[in-house]
């Protein structure tokens, strides 16, 4: 399985981006796929999930209300819609695939990760 993250760039804050990760390689054995997020010296933050057959979607209560994540089965993408972006959402923007059913909130149960899409929110 291969990763494609893109959709970062600098936005105001209050502004709105859109993230997409494109799946691509063996996906019939996905369970999910995470959104995560790091700045330089912490670790990986979760953002969101969504798991692939039933669509149900996990959020920390930092994204709750403001941003939304969606798959398209067909394209084997997964969008991350970012609202109302504030400076502390800068940061560089991980999706990853967890293959087996089980925790999607923590980063270390993913098992393959896209190469990051920077996002800056400037105020």
């Known amino acids: 399985v291969q990763l494609q993250a893109s959709g970062g760039g600098l936005v105001q804050a209050g502004g709105s981006l859109r993230l997409s990760c494109v799946v691509s390689?063996?996906?019939?054995?996905?369970?999910?796929t995470g959104w995560f997020r790091q700045t330089p010296g912490k670790e990986r933050d979760f953002v969101a999930a969504?798991?692939?057959?039933?669509?149900?979607?996990y959020y920390p209560n930092s994204a709750k209300g403001r941003f939304t994540i969606s798959r398209d089965n067909v394209k084997n993408t997964v969008y991350l819609q970012m609202n109302s972006l504030k400076p502390e959402d800068t940061a560089v923007y991980y999706c990853?695939?967890?293959?087996?059913?089980?925790?999607?909130?923590?980063?270390?149960?993913?098992?393959?990760w896209g190469q990051g899409t920077l996002v800056t929110v400037s105020s």
């Open positions: 390689g063996r996906t019939s054995n996905t369970y999910a």
């Open positions: 990853a695939v967890r293959n087996s059913f089980g925790v999607v909130t923590t980063s270390q149960y993913y098992d393959t």
């Open positions: 969504i798991t692939w057959s039933s669509g149900r979607t």
